[in-house]
């Protein structure tokens, strides 16, 4: 079953316009909330990520807001560049014991320039 | 640089045939992963690795086996390809849990595996 929902499947903004991707999670033992970004033909790497004693993470033009009460996390990219194209995978992991990470379905953002 | 890297980048097989997929990182991490990507399935853990000779089934291991001999190698292993375990194939590693970084993921470039 999927534990991690995300929505958009795919996404176009603007050059310069907001991205706002969404994930809602269902076990509320998960206490890590990662990020990750895929370009084509390389493997996803570590985006941003926060826990849940804070709602808001930000690095950079990259935002993460968590609602814990609603087990639902964002990504917020302000100024959307072409070069942030690529596919963003949240996930969810238990800190305790073995760090299995369950991803979302991904969501493909493309930035027109 | 931490690096995962997968031995083949691209891989065309025919049913049946066995598929040795290979994946080695050099951080020295102690935990392995093999993903399997497929668009609108996101990434599903396929098996994992805490040790050398220590495996754990992910949630989607049938038709798969892994082998860790060493640490910094884990192969995963199609004993009889196919078709629908055509896919992109993704390893990756990380730090133990007690380390600050543990869950952090480092993943290889992908192997894309067609099966005939």
């Known amino acids: 079953q999927q534990q991690v929902k995300q929505s958009p499947q795919s996404l176009i903004v603007q050059k310069g316009g907001i991205s706002i991707i969404n994930c809602a999670y269902e076990?509320?033992?998960?206490?890590?909330f990662p990020w990750y970004q895929q370009f084509p033909g390389k493997g996803p790497a570590l985006l941003i990520a926060i826990r849940p004693d804070v709602s808001e993470k930000k690095e950079g033009r990259f935002t993460i807001s968590f609602n814990k009460s609603a087990k639902q996390f964002s990504l917020h990219i302000m100024d959307s560049q072409p070069g942030d194209s690529a596919t963003y995978f949240c996930?969810?992991?238990?800190?305790?014991?073995?760090?299995?990470?369950?991803f979302g379905t991904g969501t493909r953002l493309l930035v027109s320039p | 640089d931490v690096k995962v890297t997968q031995s083949s980048r691209y891989l065309v097989k025919r049913t049946g045939e066995k598929v040795f997929l290979e994946c080695v990182q050099d951080?020295?991490?102690?935990?392995m992963f093999w993903y399997r990507q497929d668009p609108g399935l996101g990434l599903r853990l396929i098996y994992f690795s805490y040790d050398v000779k220590m495996k754990e089934k992910g949630d989607i291991p049938e038709g798969y086996s892994v082998s860790r001999e060493k640490k910094e190698r884990f192969s995963l292993i199609l004993e009889s390809a196919s078709t629908n375990q055509t896919s992109m194939y993704l390893c990756?590693?990380?730090?133990?849990?007690?380390?600050?970084?543990?869950?952090?993921?480092?993943f290889g470039a992908g192997s894309r595996l067609t099966v005939l």
């Open positions: 951080m020295d991490h102690e935990n």
């Open positions: 996930a969810a992991s238990i800190r305790t014991g073995f760090q299995k990470l369950v």
């Open positions: 990756a590693s990380s730090l133990p849990r007690r380390s600050s970084g543990a869950n952090v993921l480092t």
């Open positions: 076990n509320t033992a998960f206490d890590y």
